[in-house]
T-cell receptor, first 112, second 113 residues
Framework: EDQVTQSPEALRLQEGESSSLNCSYT??????LFWYRQDPGKGPEFLFT???AGEEKEKERLKATLTKKESFLHITAPKPEDSATYLC?????????????FGKGTKLSVKP | DTGVSQDPRHKITKRGQNVTFRCDPI?????LYWYRQTLGQGPEFLTY????????KSRLLSDRFSAERPKGSFSTLEIQRTEQGDSAMYLC???????????FGQGTRLTVV
């Protein structure tokens, strides 16, 4: 049973065209939702941690928000260097702080 | 570079051979994790160490897999009698005390031929 589902699987944007990536989760008692960026052939790079509904965090052109059932990663005026796979994860129920359940990711391509 | 370091970055091995990977976590991070990632999938949790103690193991960690973290510093992941299905990126991550989430290394890509 999927506990973390990301959509869309792939997203193509023109440079400057803002959009949002979705991450829906089904775990109860959320203890943390995490966003990572992953470039081809490299390990995931930590972006944000969100803990409670209504929380928002920003970093450059990225803004992450959290509701009771999903999280969004908003990308404002993206640039080609934002092209990557964006992964969402939640802390596994009953697991340690770093035991994360990941979605399959959204592959973002930004064309100049 | 003070990030998580993994060695080697790439490994090609023949089916049936044993392989060992090394991970050096960020200094002062007492928690260390191993994950496996296959193409088109997100990383999957394998095992967790707090200092030198292995506290969690996923059912994905079959008896051909063994991980150690002697002295609570670097860690090794060994795969015995490799199979083609073991081909994947093996990721190591670490985190400091009382922080959730994890910081990942660049991974070791294993190809079993």
């Amino acid at each position: 049973e999927d506990q973390v589902t990301q959509s869309p699987e792939a997203l193509r944007l023109q440079e400057g065209e803002s959009s949002s990536l979705n991450c829906s989760y089904t775990v109860s008692g959320l203890r943390g939702l995490f966003w990572y960026r992953q470039d081809p052939g490299k390990g995931p790079e930590f972006l944000f941690t969100l803990y409670s509904a209504g929380e928002e965090k920003e970093k450059e052109r990225l803004k992450a928000t959290l509701t009771k059932k999903e999280s969004f990663l908003h990308i404002t005026a993206p640039k080609p260097e934002d092209s990557a796979t964006y992964l969402c994860a939640v802390q596994a129920p009953g697991g340690s702080q770093g035991n994360l359940i990941f979605g399959k990711g959204t592959k973002l391509s930004v064309k100049p | 570079d003070t990030g998580v370091s993994q060695d080697p970055r790439h490994k090609i091995t023949k089916r049936g051979q044993n392989v060992t990977f090394r991970c050096d976590p960020i200094s002062e991070h007492n928690r260390l994790y191993w994950y496996r990632q296959t193409l088109g999938q997100g990383p999957e949790f394998l095992t967790y160490f707090q200092n030198e103690a292995q506290l969690e193991k996923s059912r994905l960690l079959s008896d051909r897999f063994s991980a150690e973290r002697p002295k609570g510093s670097f860690s090794t992941l060994e795969i015995q009698r490799t199979e083609q299905g073991d081909s994947a990126m093996y990721l190591c991550a670490s985190s400091p005390p009382r922080e959730r989430g994890a910081f990942f290394g660049q991974g070791t890509r294993l190809t079993v031929v």
